[in-house]
């Protein structure tokens, strides 16, 4: 089942602006990843982010994790129109028979305007 | 980096005929693969764990005679739609764990089903 839910659904800002997205989950995990998705296109790792941290970087990209809210963030600084596409967050769950079996959330989709 | 290859990136079919969509792995051997179905503006369902060497596993609800999957070596595993019908038509995408980098996923550019 899809546990993750992401808000806002859709997203619209200009070139330059700061983007938010949010993410929630329901049970306890291993490590939270956000993925990208150009339209009709596979999905890239962006970063992972596993539950005994708080806080990760990657260029543009920060992620906040808190998992006593079972919450969160992917900020996306100074956007630029080729950051448009959908962002999907997904929960790990660690080894054993989960391994790599991660659920995703519903995705926000961001459209940055030149 | 890790790289899936997933071909063919679109298939139209006609009703009642099998498509076989094929995924590797190619420059690390993925002993589990997983194939989502996503249909527009929507998020990816997991419809099976395609493990090496042995049955796959299907989630509830997925026909696993309708969607046939063969992983007979570390880097390539296949999907078979099995007389495919109109409510067949989705993007199928799969992807692959490489344990030696965390649990990401690193996934196939995704195959667009169209049956007639």
């Known amino acids: 089942s899809q546990q993750g839910e992401e808000d806002p659904q859709a997203l619209s800002i200009q070139e330059g602006e700061n983007a938010t997205m949010n993410c929630s989950y329901k049970?306890?995990?291993?490590?939270l990843q956000w993925y990208r998705q150009n339209s009709g296109r596979g999905l890239v790792h962006l970063i992972l982010?596993?539950?005994?941290?708080r806080e990760k970087h990657s260029g543009r990209l920060r992620v906040t994790l808190d998992t006593s809210k079972k919450s969160s963030s992917l900020l996306i600084t100074a956007s630029r129109a080729a950051d448009t596409a959908s962002y999907f967050c997904?929960?790990?769950?660690?080894?054993?028979?989960?391994?790599?079996?991660?659920?995703f959330g519903q995705g926000t989709i961001l459209t940055v305007h030149p | 980096g890790a790289v899936v290859s997933q071909h063919p990136s679109r298939v139209i079919c006609k009703s009642g005929t099998s498509v076989k969509i094929e995924c590797r792995s190619l420059?690390?051997?993925?002993?589990?693969m997983f194939w989502y179905r996503q249909f527009p503006k929507q998020s990816l369902m997991l419809m099976a764990t395609?493990?090496?060497?042995?049955?796959?596993?299907?989630e509830q609800g997925v026909e696993k005679d309708k969607f046939l999957i063969n992983h007979a070596s570390l880097t390539l595993s296949t999907l078979t739609v099995t007389s495919a019908h109109p409510e067949d038509s989705s993007f199928y995408i799969c992807?692959?764990?490489?344990?030696?980098?965390?649990?990401?996923?690193?996934f196939g550019s995704g195959t667009q089903l169209s049956v007639l």
């Open positions: 992807s692959a764990s490489n344990p030696l980098r965390d649990e990401k996923l690193f």
């Open positions: 997904a929960t790990g769950y660690g080894g054993g028979t989960s391994y790599g079996k991660l659920t």
């Open positions: 395609s493990n090496e060497g042995s049955k796959a596993t299907y």
């Open positions: 049970t306890s995990i291993n490590n």
């Open positions: 420059d690390f051997q993925a002993t589990t």
């Open positions: 982010i596993r539950s005994n941290e």
